[in-house]
Structures are given as structure tokens and as C-alpha cells.
């Protein structure tokens, strides 16, 4: 599943990367997103849960 990022609508809330740093995460300044690290709900609760909804996910 991929995971996509907008930038301008992240508010820097810092949820997702709290949530599963193992599937969010800063890296040398740069945000990466490694789905695969998580069951798909656990990714999609979090895409959900972002309060600027930068996240996406393809529908089901
Ligand atoms: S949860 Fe959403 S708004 Fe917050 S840091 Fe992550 S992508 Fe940005």
C-alpha cells in the first residue's frame, strides 16, 4: 500500500510519527514513510487520524 505525504497540508502535528515510528519517520531532515512496517489497519488509523489530512491512502 502506498502512503502519500502533502507537504503543505501537514500541520507538523507530530502524530503519525508518534503513533508508528516504525512507518513514520524523520530521517536526515527528510519524512519517510515505510508502510510495509505495519499491519495495513495500523497505517490506515493513523492516515485517518492526521489532523491537517496530509496522509492519503488508495480506497479500498
Ligand atoms: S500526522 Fe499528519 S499533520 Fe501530523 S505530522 Fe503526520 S502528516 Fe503531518
Avoid at 497505517?43 to 496530509?54: D, L
Amino acid at each position: 500500500m502506498k502512503v502519500t505525504w502533502n507537504e503543505k497540508a501537514c500541520c507538523h502535528s507530530g502524530n503519525c510519527v508518534r503513533t508508528l515510528p516504525q512507518v513514520f519517520a524523520i530521517e536526515n531532515g527528510h519524512f519517510v514513510i515505510r508502510p510495509e512496517n505495519a499491519a495495513e489497519d495500523e497505517v490506515r488509523a493513523v492516515v485517518n487520524a492526521c489532523p491537517g489530512q496530509a496522509l492519503s491512502v488508495p480506497a479500498d
